[in-house]
């Protein structure tokens, strides 16, 4: 297997740690990391894997630069700077687990440099999908998936057009729940996933099941396959990561433990594979295997992703930001969980919609739909 070379954007969250877990294990080399305020583990990762540059957030850029002081690493900070670094870097694959619209640009300087890029950011391909997929087909780089849903896709597709996707949910925490028990629901307890360790607002987006409405939209630049060939199917055991169906209905299903270490290692590694820090799955102790309709009328998130990756342009820009707001809101305890679900809905056919837009039209719509939820909240 070929030693690769990675930058990694977003080194100090979920998938940014066990993306570099994952490259310790391989002995692959890191020449660069970015954080945007987590300066003391970023530190530690700086000494560790001794890239040749870092980039942290403006707040902490003082604090970074003297931490490092003894060291050949060079400290960057400010928007330009970041995208300069993902585009200019010496490396095979770039690595995006920025949160939210920050990992837009990124992306995009990283194409430019023509870098394939290993993506766990979901915001990037839900409100730029047209804009990025576009750009790495005219540069000639891989956007390979990270995500579990979309890395077991990848797989069973070996290379052929699928006729269906079937993307698993785990249903979260509160599957089988009413609107009613959803009112009373806490950050705590949205929190508290029944397979999966994550980041806390993917945590609570897998709650509300926005996760999987934006996984659909994912799918669908990802793999050019139209909404209405892919299905969502709640799988609790979390075993059967997605499935694909061919022309023969053949169904081809990929099985894996719950372990995000898995899919960024065959993101790093593809199209080899080796060996993982993940245990096989016993099959035998899970004993069966069950599948069921996901509740979108309990969970209207999901219903609304699928309209709005069917209107396209800017709405799903719009409804991601909203949805990004929101959670944040509701972790910090100022909402409701079900306000999370208005508020969205709301802001996604609020806030104008643009039906060819470009990305300085994302990235106000993001803007909007952002103030758009805040100014909403506040009247309340």
């Not at 891989?142 to 077991?152: M, N, Q």
């Not at 069921?292 to 609304?304: G, I």
């Not at 306000?339 to 990235?363: H, K, M, N, Q, T």
Request: charged share 20%; aromatic share 8%; proline share 5%.
């Amino acid at each position: 297997m070929l030693k690769k070379t990675l930058a990694v954007l977003g080194s100090t969250g979920s998938v940014g740690t066990q993306t570099l877990e994952v490259a310790r294990h391989l002995g692959f080399r890191i020449n660069a990391l970015t954080a945007h305020g987590n300066y003391k583990l970023l530190e530690r990762q700086a000494r560790e894997f001794r890239p040749a540059a870092v980039w942290i957030g403006e707040d902490n850029y003082v604090n970074l630069k003297t931490a490092l002081a003894d060291t050949f690493v060079k400290v960057l900070t400010g928007e330009d700077s970041l995208c300069a670094l993902a585009r200019d870097t010496e490396c095979d694959i770039v690595c995006n687990s920025l949160l939210g619209m920050s990992g837009l640009l990124p992306t995009l300087a990283a194409i430019e440099g023509k870098h394939d890029i290993a993506l766990s950011n979901k915001e990037v391909l839900v409100a730029g999908g047209a804009i990025v997929t576009a750009s790495a087909k005219r540069a000639g780089v891989k956007i390979l998936p990270v995500d579990s849903e979309h890395s077991a896709v990848f797989q069973c597709m070996g290379g052929k057009k699928p006729r269906k996707i079937y993307l698993t949910a785990s249903g979260g925490p509160f599957f089988g729940k009413d609107a009613e028990f959803l009112k009373t629901v806490t950050p705590a307890m949205a929190l508290a996933h029944p397979n999966w360790s994550m980041g806390a607002k993917i945590t609570v987006d897998s709650a509300t099941m926005m996760n999987k409405g934006l996984e659909i939209i994912e799918a669908v630049w990802l793999f050019d396959v139209p909404p209405k060939d892919i299905e969502v199917l709640v799988h609790r055991e979390s075993i059967v990561h997605s499935m694909v169906g061919f022309e023969d209905n053949t169904v081809i299903a990929q099985l894996a433990r719950p372990d995000m270490r898995l899919c960024i290692q065959y993101a790093l590694t593809y199209p080899d594979r080796a060996p993982s820090l993940t245990p096989p799955p016993d099959l035998c102790a899970l004993g069966k295997l069950t599948f069921a309709s996901p509740d979108e009328k309990t969970f209207p998130l999901l219903a609304l992703a699928k309209r709005a990756i069917e209107k396209g342009g800017s709405m799903p820009a719009a409804m991601s930001a909203a949805n990004e707001e929101a959670v944040a809101l509701f972790l910090q305890g100022k909402i409701g969980f079900t306000d999370i679900f208005r508020l969205v809905e709301s802001a996604a056919y609020d806030v104008g919609f643009y039906a060819d837009p470009c990305v300085d039209v994302l990235l106000s719509a993001d803007r909007s739909a952002r103030e758009y939820v805040r100014s909403t909240f506040q009247r309340r």
